[in-house]
């Protein structure tokens, strides 16, 4: 069985601080770990993916995800927040065995930066 | 460079009405997927395809059928519309090649309504 846990609903920065979205999960194996950005009315959009190697994962538009084994998390990331950022992001795993599409996403994050 | 193409992008049916939700992708990927989001619960898996020619259930399939037509097109109906059904419907392929393993891309949505 696999599961994954946004533990936070919403959350609020201001433009230019650091942001965090926060990410945990349970798999039976090893974990592929996939962070989605969704902005109003649109389908969801690839950010990043953990599969295997570097603990500090880089994916576009500047965000960065860390994956912690002992934590069972996989936080999503970024220096400097833009108010472009401001949008709905969900988390997302599978075991190493599965395929994509039966991947199992959080229930979502909604992003809010404040100019 | 169309990516994935769903169609209609809104509907409203009356309960017991049957509609089918289009799919098209262009990127030549063999592995199709329909989701359901609902507010507050992430994505939810209904139908997924391996390949052209197969079909296979997902998390909530119940009240759903499926046609792999060809590689490119994957067609979701409803038979009987029910107010259950109400949500906002996600058509995906999967990125082939192991280096793109897990990558999915995402329609823009089909916006259903049952009354």
């Known amino acids: 069985a696999q599961s994954v846990a946004q533990p936070e609903d919403q959350v609020n920065v201001a433009e230019g601080n650091p942001l965090t979205v926060k990410c945990t999960y349970s798999?039976?194996?090893?974990?592929?770990l996939f962070w989605y950005v969704q902005y109003p009315n649109r389908g969801l959009q690839f950010l990043l993916k953990?599969?295997?190697?570097?603990?500090l994962v880089k994916g576009s538009y500047g965000f960065e995800a860390e994956f912690n084994k002992s934590q069972t998390s996989f936080h999503l990331k970024k220096p400097s927040a833009l108010v472009s950022d401001s949008a709905l992001y969900f988390c997302?795993?599978?075991?190493?065995?599965?395929?994509?599409?039966?991947?199992?996403f959080g229930d979502g994050t909604t992003l809010t930066v404040k100019p | 460079n169309a990516g994935v193409t769903q169609t209609p992008k809104f509907q409203v049916l009356k309960t017991g009405q049957s509609m089918t939700l289009q799919c098209a992708q262009d990127?030549?990927?063999?592995?199709m997927y329909w989701y359901r989001q609902d507010p507050g619960m992430g994505l939810r898996l209904i139908y997924y395809?391996?390949?052209?020619?197969?079909?296979d259930k997902g998390e909530v399939p119940n009240g759903y059928n499926v046609s792999r037509l060809n590689k490119r097109e994957f067609s979701l109906r409803l038979e009987s519309a029910a107010p259950s059904q109400t949500s906002v419907y996600f058509c995906a392929s999967e990125r082939e090649g192991h280096r793109y393993t897990g990558e999915l891309f995402f329609g823009e949505g089909s916006r259903l309504t049952v009354l």
């Open positions: 997302a795993v599978r075991d190493e065995n599965t395929n994509a599409g039966k991947s199992t």
């Open positions: 395809s391996a390949s052209e020619g197969t079909t």
């Open positions: 798999v039976s194996g090893n974990p592929y």
């Open positions: 953990y599969i295997t190697g570097d603990n």
């Open positions: 990127m030549n990927h063999n592995s």
